[in-house]
């Protein structure tokens, strides 16, 4: 039921910059409802990596960044590390469904 | 630090009522203006939001599990509660409870997230 589309996989080598769309519609990113992006490495609960479109919570470095423009995002690894293979999912809001709605998802992988 | 821990019984039946708590420590879940949140994860696949409530017992469900589900809130116990009615095994998942952040309306993010805990349907 994934309303924001993310690439399946993404892959960089250490010390790269990767980055990972969040494509939506009129009625949740282009509505101007924030973005938010979650971390997740197998076998934990997702972690909140990016809040309101463009922050980081305390303790994210700030190799992470995120960006919004009319109906996607985009979130932003600079200077790829090993710790950072994990699924990254954005989180938004939809007005159509009246809803919290996520990504489907993008794994990460370090080369 | 406030901490959101999940239990409940991990096999459930077809057709039967999955029910699961979430324990809110660290904190009181009537304080601030927060909401509560159930989200669930089929295994290998990606996230999907149930449901929110605020403490006050004002709910949102997600409109493709309405028909089945209820989220209520015991503030006396600090812990609110996600029953599904009328389970399969597309109910299979590993269920989380998560708190919403502050913002306006629409914005919150899902800021603190319980450990989690998976529930099979199977006979």
């Known amino acids: 039921q994934s309303v924001l589309t993310q690439p399946p996989s993404v892959s960089g080598a250490p010390g790269q910059r990767v980055t990972i769309s969040c494509i939506g519609s009129?009625?949740?990113?282009?509505?101007?409802?924030?973005v938010h992006w979650h971390q997740q490495f197998p076998g934990t609960a997702p972690k909140l990596l990016i809040y309101g479109n463009n922050n980081r919570p305390s303790g994210v470095p700030d190799r992470f960044s995120g960006s919004k423009s009319g109906t996607s995002a985009s979130l932003a690894i600079t200077g790829l590390q090993a710790e950072d293979e994990a699924d990254y999912y954005c989180q938004s809001y939809d007005s159509s469904l009246s809803g919290y709605v996520f990504g489907t998802g993008t794994q990460v992988t370090v080369l | 630090q406030l901490q959101l821990q999940e239990s409940g019984p991990g096999l459930v039946k077809p057709s039967e009522t999955l029910c699961l708590t979430c324990?809110?420590?660290?904190?009181?879940?009537?304080?601030?203006?927060?909401?509560w949140a159930w989200i669930r994860q089929p295994p290998g696949k990606g996230l999907e939001w149930i449901g929110s409530i605020y403490y006050s017992g004002t709910t949102y469900y997600n409109p493709s599990l309405k028909s089945r589900v209820t989220i209520s809130v015991d503030t006396s116990k600090n812990h609110f509660s996600l029953k599904l009615r009328s389970v399969t095994a597309a109910d299979t998942a590993i269920y989380y409870c998560a708190r919403l952040g502050l913002a306006a309306a629409g914005n919150r993010p899902f800021d603190i997230w319980g450990q989690g805990t998976m529930v099979t349907v199977s006979s």
């Open positions: 324990t809110v420590s660290g904190g009181s879940i009537s304080s601030g203006d927060y909401y």
């Open positions: 009129s009625s949740n990113i282009g509505a101007g409802y924030d």
